[in-house]
């Protein structure tokens, strides 16, 4: 059974960082890529940030300069730290993996996890 588990979320200060984790479990993800969305209430799921299989990243504008997306694959795990939140940035963040980076920067990723909440306040 495939699994992806993030963890890391919380509560912090506008101007803080946060680090996520997502562990994948019931495969082998080296192959995949794997990425980062997110979805606040009341708004449609947003692309975050996404690494290949070789760690070629890309990342949405909104997040370009202050997020850092990584994979450790012997560890079966991605990353995203977070730096210099903005209150915007509150949502429920997801992990995704996919056999192509286009499937998952596109939304279509094959696996997803369940979220962690991250809260930004002021």
């Known amino acids: 059974q495939v699994q992806l588990i993030e963890s890391g979320g919380g509560l912090v200060q506008a101007g803080g960082s946060l680090r996520l984790s997502c562990a994948a479990s019931?495969?082998?993800?080296?192959?995949?890529?794997m990425g980062w969305f997110r979805q606040a209430p009341g708004k449609e799921r947003e692309f975050v940030s996404a690494i290949s299989w070789s760690g070629v990243t890309y990342y949405a504008d909104s997040v370009k300069g202050r997020f850092t997306i990584s994979r450790d694959g012997a560890k079966n795990t991605v990353y995203l730290q977070m730096n210099s939140l903005k209150l915007e940035d509150t949502a429920v963040y997801l992990c995704a993996a996919g056999g192509s980076r286009t499937k998952v920067v596109a939304g279509t990723a094959d696996y997803w996890g369940q979220g962690t909440q991250v809260t930004v306040s002021s």
């Open positions: 019931g495969r082998t993800f080296s192959s995949y890529a």
